[in-house]
Structure formats: C-alpha cells, structure tokens
C-alpha cells in the first residue's frame, strides 16, 4: 500500500490502519487485510497486534523497528516489565509475525482478574486537539487500558458505540461523529488520576530487559522487611499488609476492578508477595507498591531498578535458618504431646494447625521427620457430602434444551458456525460438559450429528444468499454471491465449491424461467 499512515504520538497500531482504509477509500474489510498485511485472515486486534514486520515494510527503510512500534504504539509494554525475559522476546517474535492468541496467554491478560473493556472508548476534548491538531481523528492507546477510567488532562472517558472485540473481526475502524458522539465528562477523582499517571509512566518506558520473576519475588519480600511486615526472618505477616492495602485504598476501588477479598489465602495479594510463578498485572503492582511506598515519590523507573539489583544466587536461601545446636529434648516431647491433643481434639490436621501455627512452625523446624510420619496417620480423606451425581438424567435434561433450540434456530439461516462450542455454549455449562462428555452419549451424539464443519458453515451462508435472490428474483453475478456470503474463492473448501457450481447453474436457471 503506497503513502501508508505515520502512526501519531501514542496513537493504536490498530488505528493507523483504520486510518489508512479512509485514505485510501477502501470499503471492504477484506481488501484492506489484502492491500496492507497481503494476508486476508489478519485479525483487527486493538492491543497487542501481530505483523508488524508487514507494517514496517510499507515505511521507508529504517524508519521504525518491531521495538519502536510496539512500545510506541501498542499496550505492550504495561505487561513487558512483568514477564520473564524469554518470554518478553518471545512476545515480540509473536507481534513481528503472528502469534493465533498466544501473547495474550503469554502475558496473562487472558487470566486477568481487571474487568475487560466492553467498547472502545475516547475523550472528546482530545478529539478536538487531535482535529486542530492533525486534521483527523484517531485512536489512543491511553484511552483503551483496563483501570484507567480518565483522560489525565480533560476528564472521564467516555464509551463509543464500537465493541472492544465485535463479532466482526477483521474490520479496522478509526473514531468519527457517529461512532464518538459529544458527551459530557465526569471530572476524575484523585485516584483515577495517580492510576492514570503510573499507567502512562509504564507506556513511556524504553524497550529494556525485564526483571526474573525470582528478582520481582526478593522485591516483594525485601519491601516487606522494610515496611515491617514480616513474621521472623521470612514469613510475611499478611494482616499487616492488608492494612497498609487498605489505608491506602478503599474497598470500594479494590471491588471495582476484582482486587477485593485480600484475606484469602489464594487471594492475588498473597500470591504476589510469595515465590512468583506467574505474571500479576500492572493494577497489582501499582496497588501494592503504592501502598508500601506510601508518602514517597516513587517511579516505575526507580522501581526497575531496585528489582533488576536483586542478586539472583542464593536468593531461595537467604532468609532460610540453619539450626546447628542439638534440639532440646525437654521441649520435644511436651510439643509432640501438644501436637497430639490438637489432632484428637481437632480430629483435622488444618484446623489443628490453625490453632496453633507456631507450635506447627517449631516441629516443622526441630522435628519434620515425626511430625509428616504422625500427619500421614490422622490424615482423614474428604468425603463428598449429598447425594450421587446421576449423569444419565443430567444428560437427558441436557440433551432436551439442546434439541428444543435446535427446534427455534433451525430456520435461522443467520447464527454464527453451530460449533460443538457453540452448541456448549447454548446450555451454560459449558466446562462441566467438556469435562465429562464421556458421561453424556447422548449430548455426544447430538453434538456428533448437528455441528457444523466449515464446508457446512460456508455452504449455508451461500444457501442464504441464493434463497434470497430467488425470493426477489434477482440475478446476481457470482462474485457478487461469494462477497454477500462474506466468502472468497481462497476460502472456500472443495465441497463448498462444488455445492455452488452446482447450486449456482440451478438457481438461476430456475429464476430465468420464472420472468419469462
């Protein structure tokens, strides 16, 4: 594509593109996939798209790298900070060429706890800069971040009429009057802004190596020992850190964006101050590091820093005791005997260990070889409780709402691919089926027997399409059919090839007769 869009500052790979599609007065998606990727399978992703090796192509040489484009105009360096090395390389393999979905696994956004943002959204007052400014509209990445709600200058964003992820997913489409309507903004609160200008902190940030997760582990629990918030030498006294959490922000901010529930073992907050075997999103980091910083000026630059100075030898052992004296056997047998009351009073090992940890902690230390042999004898199995799953009604029950919606769509020449998926879908149980399908013959075989295949799905599309120009007695060329059905000769299978050859003589021979 000749006189491809330069990206403005902070502006959307996704917008450029869309912007692009204007100028050149292209109407289908699908030529446009053509004229600027070559490939018409690109998906229009807003945050982290792939091909940018394509995209670099259309500018002259030298003008920008896969790193300039996706650390100026993309989401990815809010999550690049927060993932290993490796994968922050491999992620940028990914964006170079295409990755089918794996960066967004990659990088943990899939797992996310933070809302999704459901449209694309647009502050109207940087709209109106943008058209003084540059005589068009366009897309910034600042407005299209999970927990950041305003604008830093203007105000709250606001919502478009445009889907963050529509059902159409080829289609680049850039703001305009109709899709951004004027609105009144909501003047941010205090935290809205401080949010805001760490998020921009991190899109500002230069392409870098990023810290280990061993290293963002000794962070936290270095930060810990600072704040007092340690048990001894290592254990980190949680009930601390929730407060601190919580003199800081609200419940109500933490609800907001799924962050609440910090008293849980399993909660986010007690999995980032242990051993990192996973990603936390920049919110997390930000909520925590705030909280623990409290009163201090603090950057995303500085915090870097500290993290990547973290040594990495020895780092498993540096707050691990080492007992060389002999244990004192006057406190051992008192301790077992302790240890003992506990489980016959308790009859659980957990509820015993609940009540009292550090009588727990000082056999674990002094006497772990008695204390798992004593455990492995009082363990007790969980027996579930209620009555016995009876899979054969479960699958006839299942079986019945799939038939009676099979009844009201059968006609439906519109829905999407009826997918063994899809069919799930339709029940709301979708994991329990999926699980146990071995257990269901009877959804099995429905599913075997009405899921759609693609040369079912796109033979169907083209049956739609021919029906209806029969209906109106219309006599369309057949490229006009393929374009209706959203179809191409490159992606049609064989079958539906041979169905249209053959459907497409009959049709219009049959309309012809029809307006003699």
Not at 190 to 216: C, D, H, M, R
Not at 291 to 311: H, P
Not at 342 to 361: F, G, P
Request: charged share 25%; hydrophobic share 35%.
């Amino acid at each position: 594509m000749l006189n491809f869009p330069i990206p403005y500052p902070d502006e959307l790979i996704y917008s450029t593109v869309a912007r692009s599609k204007i100028r050149a007065g292209i109407t289908s998606p699908k030529q446009l996939l053509e004229d600027v990727f070559a490939n018409r399978k690109v998906i229009a992703t807003v945050d982290l798209p792939c091909h940018l090796s394509r995209l670099i192509e259309l500018y002259p040489s030298g003008h920008y790298d896969v790193n300039s484009l996706a650390y100026k105009h993309t989401l990815f360096p809010l999550y690049a900070p927060f993932i290993p090395e490796e994968r922050r390389q491999k992620c940028l393999e990914w964006m170079t060429e295409q990755s089918q979905g794996a960066i967004h696994l990659a990088i943990g956004k899939n797992a996310s706890r933070l809302p999704p943002i459901k449209f694309l959204r647009y502050c109207p007052l940087c709209l109106d800069e943008q058209l003084s400014n540059y005589g068009e509209w366009y897309w910034s990445r600042l407005w299209q971040i999970q927990g950041l709600t305003c604008c830093l200058r203007h105000g709250s964003l606001i919502d478009s009429s445009l889907e963050y992820r529509p059902k159409s997913r080829h289609d680049f489409i850039a703001p305009n009057p109709y899709n951004c309507k004027a609105n009144i903004q909501i003047s941010p609160n205090e935290n809205s802004v401080f949010i805001g200008g760490k998020i921009n902190e991190l899109l500002q940030l230069p392409s870098q190596a990023s810290p280990t997760y061993a290293q963002w582990s000794e962070f936290y629990k270095k930060t810990a020992s600072d704040n007092d918030c340690l048990r001894g030498l290592k254990h980190i006294h949680y009930d601390k850190v929730i407060d601190k959490i919580k003199d800081r922000w609200s419940d109500s901010f933490l609800e907001q964006y799924n962050l609440h529930h910090l008293e849980k073992e399993t909660s986010w907050l007690h999995g980032i101050f242990r051993k990192h075997r996973k990603s936390f999103s920049y919110l997390e980091h930000i909520i925590v590091i705030e909280a623990m910083f409290i009163g201090k000026d603090w950057s995303f630059q500085e915090i870097l820093r500290q993290v990547k100075a973290q040594k990495l030898e020895n780092l498993e052992h540096k707050y691990q005791e080492v007992y060389f004296n002999d244990i004192d056997h006057a406190t051992l047998m008192p301790n077992r005997n302790l240890w003992l009351n506990l489980l016959k009073e308790y009859k659980c090992i957990k509820s015993a260990r609940t009540v009292d940890q550090a009588l727990y902690a000082w056999l674990y230390r002094n006497d772990k070889a008695w204390l798992m042999h004593t455990n492995k004898k009082n363990h007790r199995y969980h027996i579930p409780e209620g009555t016995k799953i009876d899979w054969h009604q479960r699958d006839i029950k299942i079986v019945r709402s799939l038939i009676e919606k099979n009844k009201e769509i059968i006609w439906n020449m519109q829905t999407p691919r009826k997918s063994k998926k899809w069919w799930m879908q339709q029940t709301s149980s979708v994991s329990m089926i999926e699980k146990n399908l071995y257990k269901l013959p009877l959804v099995s075989a429905f599913l075997t027997r009405y899921s759609e295949d693609i040369s079912d799905y796109q033979i169907r599309r083209l049956s739609r399409v021919l029906i209806e120009s029969v209906y109106h007695k219309e006599t369309l060329s057949r490229w006009i059919v393929l374009r209706k059905a959203k179809l191409s000769d490159e992606r049609m299978t064989k079958e539906t090839e041979r169905f249209l050859d053959i459907s497409y003589d009959l049709v219009y021979k049959k309309i012809k007769r029809t307006n003699i």
